[in-house]
């Protein structure tokens, strides 16, 4: 039997299920957490979100040291917290963070928002956080991260996402509290006239701010805690964890694109009855959030691989080339077919004369052999 048809139609297959491969992987590709060239200094992450029609990217160089400073809080220390002081995670007077909450203030003064849309702006860049329990990301029941180490691993619970968002909640002007419904924690923001959902504590209005689902905005409650009660917990900054900046290195590692600056940076605007320390000599100078136009995934796969877009084409032509040539087989017949010689008919020599039956006498043609009168067998001719 033939065999070529099984292997061109396995190559036929490799070769779609590769150009499925190569047209999805730009799009499906996901952002990834790459560390700066000198690993010793900084870690490089990259943050998407999509508020107001636009998609923002921000990336982020976080000191390793200012991580390492973190990371050095025991974890013992962690789990015996509770949430009603949970102002020991607020890090309102980490300068690296108070840089970050400027580029933010900076960005949202921009774009024209107020100041509600600044901070359902801050919000929606929480929720871009990716998810993750603790138990799965840390190995620990309970493991409560310090903003820092939100933003250097890019993923975290509900108690992770909102210490990160409470901290630039006040660092944005705004006065904030915690939020604990059953199994579950998120932020109320200081209101006045807002729509939404709101609790009340100390005769002020707190509006519920979701952190871990993303598209909630201010006021916005999840389905499930709909006529749920909740605990509220005050935050108290007084009772932060305050790194030690000796321990904290501020170097630039490339002098030509310092991403600190020495010139000293204006102090934002801080919520009520927080006490913050002076800020230190050196104040990160960290970009801001960028919005990045939409455009269609074949313009960006054509505009960013060139020649990822020739190889994609050569490919669906020799993939259309297979299916749709005509098979053409390249051996010979094991047997020889030989065409039919036509036969030559054989003719014999008869005489011209008529031949006469000897018992009728009737006259016969020359080639007759019985007489076509009597019937009688003509033995000779006359």
Sequence with gaps: MNGIPIPRKLLTVAIILALAFLACYPVIRPFAVVKAEDQTQYYTKDFSWNYGGETWTWTLNIPATLVDAYLAVP??????????????????????????????????????????????????????????????????????????????????????????????????????????????????????????????????????????????????????FNGVGAYVYPIDASQQYVVNQQSVSFTAPDPTSAPYSSTPQSTPTFGPNTIFAPTPAYTPAVAGPTAIPVQPVSLNLISQNPLLFVVIIVAIAICVTLVIMPRRSSTKPVGQVISPTPSTPVTESVSDKPKFCVHCGTSNKPYAIYCGNCGQKITEAS
Excluded at 172 to 196: C, E, M, Q, T, Y
Excluded at 199 to 217: L, M, P, V
């Design 75 to 224: 974890d013992s220390a962690r789990t015996q917290i509770p949430l009603s002081n949970f102002g020991y995670y607020v890090t309102t007077e980490d300068s690296y963070l108070q840089s970050l909450v400027q580029r933010i203030n900076q960005t949202a003064t921009n774009q024209g928002f107020n100041q509600y849309q600044e901070e359902n702006f801050a919000l929606a860049f929480v929720q871009s956080i990716p998810y993750q329990t603790d138990l799965n990301s840390t190995g620990y029941q309970d493991y409560p991260r310090f903003p820092v180490e939100t933003l250097y691993d890019n993923v975290g619970d509900c108690k992770s996402h909102s210490i990160l968002f409470a901290t630039l909640t006040l660092m944005l002007g705004f006065n904030a509290v915690f939020i604990n419904p059953p199994d579950h924690l998120a932020v109320g923001v200081l209101g006045d006239g807002l729509s939404g959902t709101y609790w009340s504590y100390d005769n002020q209005n707190y509006y519920y701010c979701e952190t871990t689902g993303e598209g909630f905005t201010i006021g916005q409650l999840p389905d499930q």
